[in-house]
């Protein structure tokens, strides 16, 4: 089973970027190209979302409609990593972001959150 690290997370203003990065070690015979992997997010208060995803490929992403157009995810196989760019940020975009690793499709992995494996959170923070 994969273990997954976020980083990159913290505060920044409205209107400014950040780079959030989820490093994945793997362990027996486990593969990070046979994951689809995903951002999510929980704002306090709220239930967790998938924001973004990206298939094992990266042939196909998904993106929710509150960030398209202003985040990207993208992969490197080679480092076992996962990454999303994160523009335009909003107030509302605050919230602790997960990234999760699913062997199933970019849209069970986003939108029904079966994620196998997921870490631990960076925290999001945007304020004025």
């Known amino acids: 089973q994969l273990q997954l690290v976020e980083s990159g997370g913290g505060l920044v203003q409205p209107g400014g970027s950040l780079r959030l990065s989820c490093t994945a070690s793997a362990f027996g015979f486990e593969d990070f190209e046979d994951y689809a992997m995903g951002w999510f997010r929980q704002a306090p208060g709220k239930e967790r979302e998938g924001i973004s995803c990206?298939?094992?490929?990266?042939?196909?992403?998904y993106y929710a409609a509150s960030v398209k157009g202003r985040f990207t995810v993208s992969r490197d196989n080679a480092k076992n990593t996962v990454y999303l760019q994160m523009n335009s940020l909003k107030l509302e975009d605050t919230g602790l972001y997960y990234c999760?690793?699913?062997?199933?499709?970019?849209?069970?992995?986003?939108?029904?959150?079966?994620?196998?494996?997921w870490g631990q959170g960076t925290q999001v923070t945007v304020s004025s």
């Open positions: 990206v298939s094992a490929r990266a042939f196909h992403t």
């Open positions: 999760a690793a699913g062997r199933t499709t970019v849209a069970a992995l986003c939108v029904s959150l079966r994620g196998d494996t």
